[in-house]
């Protein structure tokens, strides 16, 4: 059982494959947005730069810092937000949705 208790094993497996299913379609969803080079090649270097940024952040290569004096990273992936109403989600999308004016102000 979860530590709670509420879940079982095989709830918690198939909630994490949930995860890893949403996790890949929004890999594949950035991958496919490769940019095309036009005609003025500054541009393009920027765009291409940025989908570079957006597939590390979405296979979840992105530190974006550390915990306490730990050596280990915090990796994220780009994420997704499953209740739109409410931003609630995971990931970088739902931190900048849900809490990025707050974190900034801090």
């Known amino acids: 059982m979860y ?3 509420l879940l ?10 949930n995860n890893v299913k949403a996790v890949q379609k929004a ?5 496919k947005n490769k940019p095309k080079p036009g005609t003025n090649i500054e541009e393009f270097k920027v765009q291409k730069q940025q ?9 979840g290569e992105v530190e974006f810092g550390e915990i306490g004096n730990s050596p280990a990273p915090i990796l994220l992936s780009e994420g997704v ?3 739109p109403k409410t ?3 995971y990931g970088l999308v739902h931190i900048e949705a849900r809490h ?7």
């Open 3 to 5: 530590a709670d208790g």
């Open 87 to 89: 931003d609630a989600g």
């Open 51 to 59: 989908w570079q940024n957006d597939v590390a952040a979405a296979k």
């Open 27 to 31: 890999l594949d969803k950035v991958e």
């Open 8 to 17: 079982d094993a095989e709830e918690v497996g198939e909630i994490i494959d």
């Open 81 to 83: 937000i499953t209740l």
């Open 100 to 106: 990025g004016n707050p974190i900034r102000k801090a």
